[in-house]
Each structure stands twice: as C-alpha cells, then as structure tokens.
C-alpha cells in the first residue's frame, strides 16, 4: 500500500519540479511580463488547472525554496557556536547567503529579473518577510523571552530586511558588517535579561 504512496507522491514532486523548471526558463528567456501560466503549463506538458494545483500564482512559479530559507534562520539562531551572539550569527548567515546568491550567475540572473519586475521584487519581499515571525520566535526562546516579545520580534524584521541590502550592495561584506554592527548595539542595549 505504501508503494501507490510513494509513487504518487514522486509523481507530483517531479510535475511541480517540472512546472519551475520550465517557469524559470522561460522567464529568463523572454522576461517575465512576456510569459503567461498557459505558456508555462504548455512546456511543462500539463494543464493550466494542475498547474495551480502545484503553485498558488505565476510570483509562486519562482519562488520554490521557502521552507528551506525559514529553516536556515531559524538553524543560524539555534544552532550558532557558545558565546556568540545573536545578530552576529545572523549576520554570518546573511552574508552568506547573499555571497552565494551574487556569486551564482544564475541566481544571478533571477535576482536582476526580480529587481527589474515590480511584481516579482513586491512578491519576493513578501515572501523574505514571512519567515519573521519564526525568526522571532527562535530568537525569543533562545533569550528566554515571551515569544511576542518586541526586541526579538525587531531584531527579527531588521535582519530580514537588511538581507537585500547587503545582497545588492557592491561589497557585501561590508555592508553587512555596517547593518549588523548597527542592530548589535540596539540588540546589546535593549535585548532580554537571558542572553
């Protein structure tokens, strides 16, 4: 019985795999303003309707990784080496993440395709700052803090809106040495009683 599983399930991470492949190319090749969901269905080899099956909207079509992300921010807080703190360990994951995302041509690519759509750049954001109020909570219990508490949730929400920042900066390092250097300080003086 397991098997039908497995094989279904398969099935459908291979069309959805199939559908943001297709969606990506044809998004760098001809822009996205100039692709429709009936083009991307079409070489996929699927129907439009299964197509919003796999992705709520054409912005979705680019935008696969997002559990990924949330978990990676949410590991850069929990599981940062003794003694370091909090902003520091974003900071490093940050600037990782946007060395990685300049230094792949085709990541590369994506970005410029986002910045220049306003769509997409609108969606993007939107997507990023999802993940705050899980960064937030992880933040919180780290410091022992309720977990609304308004520090952890700011410290949160700037260190999801400081990752653009530094990604389009011309030297990501030391952009994100000035940005994580401010949000330190502010951490420093107003962060919870446990550190």
């Known amino acids: 019985m397991s098997e039908p599983h497995g094989r279904r399930e398969r099935k459908k991470a291979q069309t959805r795999q199939a559908l943001a492949d297709a969606a990506l190319r044809l998004f760098l090749e001809r822009g996205y303003d100039a692709v429709s969901v009936k083009d991307v269905a079409n070489a996929a080899d699927v129907a439009v309707t299964t197509l919003f099956k796999h992705f709520p909207s054409k912005e979705a079509l680019l935008f696969d990784l ?11 807080v929990r599981d940062r080496t003794p003694g370091r703190s909090i902003p520091a360990a974003l900071r490093d994951h940050i600037l990782e993440w946007a060395v990685k995302v300049v230094a792949d041509e085709r990541m590369a690519a994506i970005r410029r ?7 997409l750049s609108e969606y993007a954001r939107r997507m990023w700052v999802r993940h705050e109020t899980a960064l937030a909570h992880a933040i919180a219990e780290e410091c022992g803090a309720p977990a609304d508490d308004l520090a952890c949730a700011t410290l949160a929400r700037f260190t999801l809106e400081a990752a653009g920042l530094v990604q389009r900066h011309a030297d990501p390092c030391e952009a994100a040495n000035v940005i994580f250097g401010l949000l330190e300080q502010g951490w420093t003086a107003q962060r919870p009683s446990r550190r």
């Open 66 to 76: 997002d559990a990924d992300l949330e978990a990676a921010l949410v590991s850069a």
């Open 113 to 119: 395709m986002v910045e220049e759509t306003p769509a």
